[in-house]
């Protein structure tokens, strides 16, 4: 059985974001400044693929990698050059297995021209978002392990759609 975790599925707080307000094109959250949202897994899944959608305008490198419950980077993509506008960009991952549970999908860039497929929030603020369990770290590229929440997310939370490619046996 194939499948997808992804920041705006419907195990993330994406999903929720996405009845707030549409999908767009938008600036990279901030240049060396690692975001997390929390994902729940709900079996038993191998991660093997990570999916980053992009913008118009293609510039510098990205970072996406998943964390578990205790901040431990799991898996990461390194330092990717972006490529291709207005499209999706997979990245092969070391395959991953997760168990049930909750865990953070991570994503930095560095670059402060590049522009990612956002989710755009305006009407939900940082502190909503952090008690969402959404966080972010400055001085974070490439991510880093461990992940150190050093504060919230900025008043406008534009986390970049950030997916996972997973696989599983039926349960």
């Known amino acids: 059985?194939?499948?997808i975790l992804g920041s705006y599925t419907d195990t993330a707080i994406g999903d929720w974001i996405t009845g707030v307000s549409g999908t767009m094109a938008g600036v990279a959250?901030?240049?060396?400044i690692a975001y997390y949202m929390p994902i729940e897994v709900t079996r038993r899944v191998t991660i093997y693929q990570a999916v980053v959608r992009n913008g118009a305008t293609v510039a510098g490198n990205f970072d996406v990698g998943l964390y578990d419950e205790w901040l431990n980077r799991l898996v990461s993509s390194g330092s990717t050059a972006q490529s291709g506008t207005n499209s999706s960009q997979s990245v092969n991952i070391t395959d991953t297995v997760l168990d049930r549970g909750t865990?953070?999908?991570?994503?930095?860039?560095?670059s402060t021209t590049a522009t990612y497929?956002?989710?755009s929030s305006p009407g939900l603020n940082g502190a909503t978002a952090q008690a969402c369990g959404c966080m972010s770290q400055?001085?974070?590229?490439?991510?880093?392990?461990?992940?150190?929440?050093?504060?919230g997310v900025p008043a406008n939370l534009n986390f970049?759609?950030?997916c996972f490619l997973f696989w599983s046996t039926l349960e």
């Not at 959250?29 to 060396?32: K, L, V």
């Open 1 to 3: 059985m194939a499948g």
């Open 29 to 32: 959250p901030g240049q060396n």
């Open 103 to 110: 865990y953070y999908a991570g994503f930095a860039s560095d």
């Open 117 to 119: 497929r956002i989710q």
């Open 138 to 151: 400055a001085s974070a590229f490439p991510l880093p392990d461990p992940a150190v929440f050093a504060g």
């Open 160 to 162: 970049p759609h950030v």
